[in-house]
């Protein structure tokens, strides 16, 4: 494709679900929001008593189908909200460890599909279950997965690869997962406190969302709803470690400023920011430490979702995008739950109360192992 | 229009680099070891303590910035690192979760389970080689080796990296566990530069059309193993 094309197809969000522990659809979830009100309780699923947290946002009710892995559930209850998908979507699915319960139970010698396991078989399951057709990708990586999959998708549009993208994204919660943040000692005792002088971890969550991408002349063909823009997105590592955040924020800063350089924005024009906000003591400070190098004296409102459902790891990313056109369409900033006591940096900028906020632009960040950052940068669009 | 500078590989044939070997093949079989020494000339002490699955893709990595005249560094570079995966690491999840298990007197393995993410080992090249662009794995059930070369191709032309490693990184289906073998062992990457940063030759240059498909000079292919066929070909003619 000829240098500069890229820019001439205009990115919007025409339909959005979420499905996740606090509400089995997006609406839902925004009102439970904020009311101050959290998933995060004891864990029945798997036992925990050896763990170093007994708490995470799980579906309780989800059920598996016969030697199938939760993911199937997850995604027939997330495809139940979704709207019509055209058969010639590209499907990008994200998710970072897929039907990974499928190995705990072969190893503990029950019958499983094994196929479940490959993080491939999420867009095989997704594709089967819509009936789609064309392309299937799955996007790994840790949690800024499904961030980085509606990057990817952004640009399959942008560059005119694609006119329709769903991207799809989930992760369940599993003795797997469990067992290793606690082994890392990532784990909150009691639920998550993003941005909290007394974080100490983060809860695990699960969670489902699908995001449906078309150039703008696609939609308004198809007199499709405009949600919202996906304006820009930028991808960009510490090199530092792989399972600690660069304490100077440099990826995400890097990824941050990449985003804004593609939707030909300045640091102005944003107005509120989706932290990944995970209430482990350095990604929040991490993230501080970006903002205000970004964003200098501004006080710009600061939230994260992790403290009422939880941090759902592969699927994080796009539940908080879905979150954030509600964000803009209500033009209300979510509380951050769990927070009661600041972080001296965060004093001002996060609040455990809801407020309402004026703005067309929302920034919305991921990062993760590996040393991964990702940044997308929403306009606001009708009301939803 | 971007170019390839580096083809770096470890497959069953061998390991190497473009310009170094000609031997370049992606078959069946058994993969040779890898220690510290056959990849870095430099001691690497944190290399024994990765997975195989880490070891096998940074090795590959790392000939092919050699090759491409990019692995000494003393700044931090915008380079991307993408890299397609059918097993990722599912040996290191199969070892991981057997700490857990319960009945051994051991406890879940925090160094095992940093390395249950496909995308760690680009993580450890990253800090390694100094590359802080996009770095993450693409997940397809049969693919044909150039997902990452197309979302590379993606992310130049949206401004995202000026250049970036695409390839694949495979160790096989883990012995005696119940799936079909897809594909075979072995990890490729190629260095594609929108302007080369050292003096290296480009082996070609590489195009994109809409439909996602790959040319090399012109010249459509069909998968990875060609691409990189094709390369070695016009760099010995």
Known sequence: MAEGEYRSKEVWVTDVSAVTALAHDLDGLWHRILSGDTSIKPVRRFPVDRYTSRVASLMEDLIRPGDQSLTHALLDRLFRKTGPVPSDAFLVTATTKAGIDNLERLRHKIPADPNDIL???????????????????????????????????????????????????????????????????????????????????????????????????????????????????????????????????RGLIKAVGLALNNAMLKEEDISVISAHGTGTVYNDLMELTAFRYLFGHRRLPVYSVKGAIGHTMGAAGGIEVALGLKTLSEQVVPPTVGLSNPEDDAAGLVSPFAKEMKGDYLLTTNSGFGGTNAAIILKKGEKM | MSLITGIGWVTVSGMGHGRESKDFALSAGQLPSISRKSVFEKPYQHFGRMDEFSRLGLAAIAFALKDAGLDEWTRMRDMGILASTVYG???????????????????????????????????????????????????????????????????????????????????????????????????????????????????????????????????????????VKECLRQLNN
Not at chain 1, 203 to 231: K, Q
Not at chain 2, 147 to 152: D, L, Q
């Open chain 1, 119 to 249: 993080l491939a078989s999420i867009p095989d399951i997704a594709s089967k279950m819509l009936g789609l057709g064309g392309r299937a990708i799955n996007i790994s990586a840790a949690c800024a997965s499904s961030a980085i999959a509606v990057a990817r998708g952004a640009a399959l549009i942008a560059t005119g690869r694609a006119d329709a993208v769903l991207v799809c994204c989930l992760d369940v919660v599993t003795e797997f997962v469990f067992s290793g943040f606690s082994s890392l000692g990532a784990l909150s005792p009691v639920p998550c406190m993003p941005f909290d002088r007394e974080r100490n971890g983060l809860s695990l969550g699960e969670g489902a969302a699908a995001l449906m991408l078309m150039s703008r002349e696609r939609a308004e063909r198809e007199g499709m709803p405009h949600l919202g823009t996906i304006s820009g997105w930028g991808i960009a590592g510490d090199a530092h470690h792989i399972t600690a955040p660069a304490r100077d924020g």
């Open chain 2, 89 to 227: 690491c599912l040996q290191t999840d199969i070892d991981f979760f057997d700490t857990v298990m319960p009945g051994d007197d051991q406890s879940p393995s925090p160094a095992l389970f940093s390395y249950t993410l496909p995308n760690c080992f680009l993580g450890e090249a990253a800090c390694h080689f100094g590359l802080m662009g996009a770095a993450y794995v693409i997940n397809e059930a049969y693919s044909s080796g150039l997902s990452a070369v197309c979302n590379a191709m993606d992310g130049i032309a949206c401004g995202e990296f000026e250049s970036t490693l695409a390839g694949v990184c495979d160790l096989g289906c883990p012995t005696h566990f119940p799936l079909e073998e897809r594909g075979v062992p072995g990890a490729v990457f190629l260095v594609i530069e929108k302007t080369p940063r050292s003096g290296c030759l480009p082996y070609g240059s590489l195009t994109m059309d809409k439909n996602g498909d790959i040319m090399l000079d012109g010249k459509k292919t069909e998968d990875l193993v060609g691409l």
